[in-house]
Every structure is written in C-alpha cells, then in structure tokens.
C-alpha cells in the first residue's frame, strides 16, 4: 500500500512540474525570450509588456532562474521584429534584452485557384471580415491560475512546411509561414494540445475550417484546413479532447493541419512549445 502511494505522490508531481516546464528559449524573431526579473513587493505576477502586449509571467520557482529572480517572463517575438536591442516593461521600469538575426529558408508553392493567390474585390470583402475576427482571437489574452508553458502534439504525422519560411503563391512574395504544418491523411483526428477555451470557429477563404483556442495568458493556437470541426465557440476543453479532423478546407494542397502558435499576440515556432524529439 505504500509503495502504491509513493508512486502515486511520484506521478502527480511529475505531472505537475511538466505542466510548469518552461518553453524552450530563443531570442529571435518568431521565438521566445526568457527574462527573468524579481519583484519582492508582489505576490502575483507583476504586469509586464512588450510592445505594448501583455505577456505572460510565470513564477521562477522550479526553474533555472529561482536562485536569483522570482519571476520569468516569457516573452513572445514577432517575425517582423528587427534584431538589436529590445525593452520589455514590468510595471514602471524597463528591462534591457536582445533579440539576434535569423534568416528563414523560402518556400515556393503553386496553387490552381487563382482566387487564392489574388483574391477578387468580393473576396476581399469576406477576408478583410475575417481577418479581424482570427486576430482578435488569436490576440486574446485572460487570466489562468495554472499557466500553460508545453503542449501535447495535436496530432500524428511528420512535420512538413516548417515555421517562418519566406512564401511565394505563384512567384509572388506573400507573409511568411506563421504556423507548422504536419502531414497527415484525410479525417486523421486533431487533439487539444493542452486546456483552453475555444475563441473562434468557422470556414475561412484562406484557412478553411479553423478553431483557435485560448489557453490564457496571452497563449493562443490556431488550427485550420480542417475537414471537421468537433468543438463549438465557448467550449472549454482538456488535453487530448478532439477538435476535429485533418483535411485540405481553404487555401491548401493536399490534406495537413496547419499549426499557429501565438504568444503576446506573437507567432512563434510551435516547436519551441513541444518537448524535445
């Protein structure tokens, strides 16, 4: 009986240290920063932003920064970010950090429906709508007493399109890549990476049928291209819950899921979210 227990105790607190992983670090664009910072005054995490986004805090206990610093923020950068010298605001003073240069590989692809590389007057009606309301969601940001900082992959298959590449639709420069594309067959089933609250549901002209989830403190994943959708806008989910099904709705090849991951209202490299393979 106490050796069930010892393992029990074992397990769950095995499970709750990997729940407060911390990201893996990167700071470039499209990454993430570490910037641990103490603050004794505060026994919650302190408000902090960059660029005028809040971002996310999460105590420095368990981690590699607890001998110094009480707190850690984890810092999302933007693509368009230029390297050099950075601010990150933590209440009413500054802290210096720098961001290096990453050049990413160019990808280019051809695509049969002309409409999908340049869009008809109507068409833009309908994107320029939608548009809002995928970065109104993707930039959502409530708070969570149990902060999120790994995920679960959402589904099987090889990585295939990677994360940042410099696009072309028919020769023609496009915004980089902003999320990780895994193959996988038709109908294959996408899980909820880790808990969140479903923001945003529908069919898109560029990301056909897509769910975004919040996972609160500024942590938002977005899949599209879906052939089902399993969830409804307000839906609170766990770890491992179906989403929906792999497909190729939208703007789209062949079946994948494409994969965004947003921080601070930041697209950064999935990747950096996974556990090492």
Request: some cysteine.
């Amino acid at each position: 009986m106490r050796q069930r227990l010892f393992i029990l105790i074992l397990l769950t607190a095995s499970s709750w240290l990997h729940a407060f992983e911390l990201p893996t670090q990167a700071r470039v664009p499209g990454g993430i920063a570490h910037i641990p910072f103490s603050a004794t005054d505060s026994v919650t995490p302190p408000r902090v932003t960059f660029n005028g986004k809040p971002v996310m805090v999460v105590a420095a206990t368990d981690t590699p920064y607890a001998a110094q610093h009480s707190w850690v923020a984890l810092v999302g950068i933007p693509l368009s970010t230029k390297a050099g010298d950075h601010q990150l605001k933590v209440g009413d003073r500054s802290i210096p950090f720098e961001i290096k240069d990453k050049r990413y590989r160019e990808q280019r692809i051809k695509l049969k429906n002309k409409r999908h590389v340049n869009p008809q007057p109507l068409d833009m009606v309908r994107i320029n709508r939608e548009k809002k309301e995928i970065l109104g969601a993707l930039a959502a940001y409530s708070e969570t007493s149990v902060p999120v900082t790994r995920f679960d992959r959402p589904a099987p298959g090889p990585f295939s399109s990677p994360f940042g590449l410099r696009r072309f639709f028919n020769d023609q420069p496009r915004k980089p890549h902003s999320g990780l594309d895994i193959a996988a067959p038709r109908h294959t089933p996408i899980a909820a990476p880790a808990p969140g609250v479903v923001v945003a549901t529908g069919e898109y002209f560029f990301n056909g049928r897509t769910v975004i989830l919040d996972h609160g403190r500024g942590l938002t994943s977005l899949y599209c291209h879906m052939e089902t959708i399993d969830v409804a806008l307000g839906d609170r989910v766990e770890t491992g819950q179906p989403l929906g099904s792999v497909g190729s709705s939208g703007r789209a090849t062949g079946p994948h899921l494409h994969w965004t991951v947003s921080l601070n209202d930041a697209r950064i490299d999935p990747l950096l979210m996974l556990d090492q393979e």
